[in-house]
Nanobody
């Protein structure tokens, strides 16, 4: 009854930019944390950035100064603006959200993932 739908991935040259978006919909009472994770081929999924319900932000060290996470609270949407992309940023990017679901309590949800490929 809750869905996270991502968009914005694609192929870009090194040094380029992309912006990902993730919109949550369904029986949502409120959303706590929203985050972006990525998973490169053959590697474990890792946290890229997260933003709490109060707006506190955390970044993985390798993306600090290049990526910006933001939320549009009224639209239950989180964004990830990615600048100065590097080949090592390549991977599938997943949206994650901690959501208070109507009659169900707090639950974690994942988006379907969107591919980001950075060519050198």
């Amino acid at each position: 009854q809750v869905q996270l739908v991502e968009s914005g991935g694609g192929l870009v040259q090194a040094g380029g930019s992309l912006t990902l978006s993730c919109a949550a919909s369904g029986s949502i009472v409120s959303i706590n944390d929203m985050a972006w994770y990525r998973q490169a081929a053959g590697k474990q999924r890792e946290l890229v950035a997260d933003i709490t319900g109060s707006g506190r932000i955390n970044y993985e060290d390798s993306v600090k100064g290049r990526f910006t996470i933001s939320r549009q609270y009224a639209k239950n949407t989180v964004y990830l603006e990615m600048n100065t992309l590097k080949p090592e940023d390549t991977g599938v990017y997943f949206c994650n959200a901690e959501i208070l679901v109507l009659f169900r309590g707090v639950m974690q949800f994942w988006g379907q993932g969107t591919q980001v490929t950075v060519s050198s």
